[in-house]
């Protein structure tokens, strides 16, 4: 159980900072800014995005955050880490830039699924 842990908070806290702190010190830049732009959105979007990866990294990160609301988190990095490399895809064609949002899904997907065994180990508890 304690490696099961430890891989789950290991995970979480890369997408915390990966998808939390750097967009929140970032988001304002030139460099980010002109990014949204690259890809076609309008930079209310990017602000918005921003803003809703805040609450869902701590989603993740609190405890006492229902698992149905971790539930519907875990699909919301999912769409994003997706639609990212969708987005960079469409732009930029195959490069570097449309398969590191994936890296970051894989990430996650482990975070998910060392979250579910901890919750299972729970219920057995019980």
């Keep these: 159980m304690k490696k099961a842990k430890i891989i789950f908070w290991i995970t979480t806290i890369i997408i915390f900072l990966f998808e939390g702190v ?3 010190l970032t ?3 030139e460099l980010a800014k002109e990014g949204i732009r690259h890809l076609g959105y309008p930079e209310y979007f990017g602000n918005a995005l921003v803003v809703f990866k805040i609450l869902g990294v701590l ?6 955050v229902p698992k149905n609301v971790k539930e519907w988190t875990y699909a919301g990095f999912g769409f994003d880490f ?3 490399s969708i ?3 469409a732009v930029d064609g195959v490069g570097f830039q449309t398969f590191f949002p994936l890296i970051f899904l894989v990430i996650l997907a482990i975070s998910y699924h060392y979250y579910h065994k901890i919750e299972r180990y729970k219920n057995i508890a019980l």
Excluded: D, E, Y
């Design 87 to 89: 987005s960079h895809f």
């Design 59 to 64: 989603a993740l990160v609190i405890p006492q």
């Design 22 to 24: 750097m967009p929140a």
């Design 27 to 29: 988001s304002q830049t």
């Design 82 to 84: 997706i639609f990212a």
